[in-house]
């Protein structure tokens, strides 16, 4: 089945990624409530109920959706989930913590409009270019993502930033850190000795990379806007795209971390 047989919905959706989602299959032109942050193309008509963790729920309700997209991937959108239940809109809640995650997401949003084709096609080539964009290094390159200046917010374990990594043939430089990200001291940082920074600040309307420089640590800075790699969708291409050109840059010298390990079982 696919979008010339398929009836369209009214849809609602409360984040970017799942918008970005929508776009991928051809149907953002059936949303008609939309968060604020979400820029996907084709949401010009949809009614705007604010941002994802302040999402006004009447406003939502008012305009009648047949479905709800949400998803916990935002830190605190519990409540705007519960809110919808309580009003008795019916929801798909999404919950994506790897790569893996977010290509089933789209398969399972294709497959919920009745566009099961068109969503595997959409994970399917999502999932292909992101396999030709892996490289081998002289050592796996260790990056941090920070997603927050101020405290200093990263990207630890539990995070689909960690799978996209992988693939790159990069890893998390938080890896090894509980959670889906973390609050961090100048000095964790250092101690997690990551090649490669990354300024993907959510919700900051310009990023500024030399904030990270000014720290004095040393570490080459990139800025990857969060909708490259902050949205569990179909634009993480493009973040990864713009982590793989920077990796291929590096002058990986032998890591501190396998010296030190060495000198240790010497």
């Known amino acids: 089945m696919d979008s010339r047989t398929v009836f369209p919905l009214r849809l609602a959706s409360l984040v970017s990624s799942n918008s970005d989602i929508l776009a991928a299959l051809g149907v953002a032109d059936w949303v008609v409530a939309a968060d604020s942050h979400s820029d996907a193309p084709g949401l010009e008509a949809a009614v705007r109920v604010g ?4 999402i006004d729920l009447d406003a939502v309700a008012h305009a009648r959706p047949d479905l709800v997209l949400a998803s916990l991937s935002v830190p605190g959108m519990e409540r705007v989930v519960d809110g919808l239940h309580e009003r008795g809109l019916p929801t798909l809640i999404l919950d994506p913590v790897t790569v893996a995650d977010t290509l089933a997401d789209i398969r399972l949003i294709g497959q919920t409009l009745g566009l099961e084709q068109k969503g595997e096609a959409v994970a399917a080539q999502l999932e292909a270019d992101l396999t030709r ?13 920070e997603w927050w200046p101020r405290p200093i917010i990263a990207a630890t374990r539990e995070s689909w930033v960690t799978e996209l990594l992988a693939g790159l043939g990069a890893v998390n430089a938080l890896e090894t850190r509980p959670g889906r990200s973390s609050p961090l001291t100048l000095d964790e940082v250092r101690e997690a000795q ?3 920074i990354v300024c993907s600040w959510c919700g900051a309307k310009k990023l500024r990379p030399e904030v990270i420089e000014a720290r004095g640590l040393g570490v080459p800075v990139i800025a990857v806007p969060e909708s490259g790699l902050g949205r569990p969708g179909p634009r993480l291409l493009e973040g990864a795209r713009q982590l793989a050109a920077a990796l291929g840059t590096l002058n990986l010298a032998p ?8 000198a240790r079982t010497a």
């Not at 964009?133 to 993502?145: D, E």
């Open 51 to 54: 941002p994802d963790l302040d």
């Open 194 to 196: 990551p090649d490669l």
């Open 255 to 262: 890591s501190r971390r396998a010296g030190a390990a060495t």
């Open 133 to 145: 964009l892996r490289a081998t290094y002289p050592r796996p390159p260790r990056v941090l993502v």
